[in-house]
């Protein structure tokens, strides 16, 4: 989170401040290097996946699908709440089963 968010929120990052209490506007920030606008930060990413705990290792394994059903979906990323380091990483995971304001989707296909 960023200062502007120090009313609503314990934890900030001082010294940065977007101007967004929470979410900002689609398009707000310039895109990355590939073009691509609002792929990291803002909100986190709700996946497909259903969340389950590995119970072995996946050496072997590219870009595992998760179980086929469960009661938490994965969710993936940062968003406008986080404030600590492990957080703030875009592979930080976390499972969540209600909706947040803090979490969105994007909308994308298996090749």
Do not use: Q
């Amino acid at each position: 989170a960023d200062e502007s968010a120090r009313t609503i929120l314990p934890m900030v990052i001082n010294g940065y401040n977007d101007t967004y209490t929470v979410t900002s506007p689609v398009g707000s920030f310039p895109p990355n290097k590939g073009g691509f606008y609002d792929m990291s930060g803002n909100a986190s990413e709700w996946c497909h996946d259903y969340y389950s705990a590995y119970t072995s290792t996946l050496t072997n394994i590219a870009d595992p699908l998760g179980p086929s059903s469960g009661s938490h979906n994965v969710i993936r990323g940062s968003n406008w709440k986080d404030g600590s380091v492990t957080e703030l990483r875009l592979s930080y995971r976390a499972y969540h089963k209600e909706a947040r304001n803090n979490v969105g989707f994007r909308i994308a296909r298996y090749p």
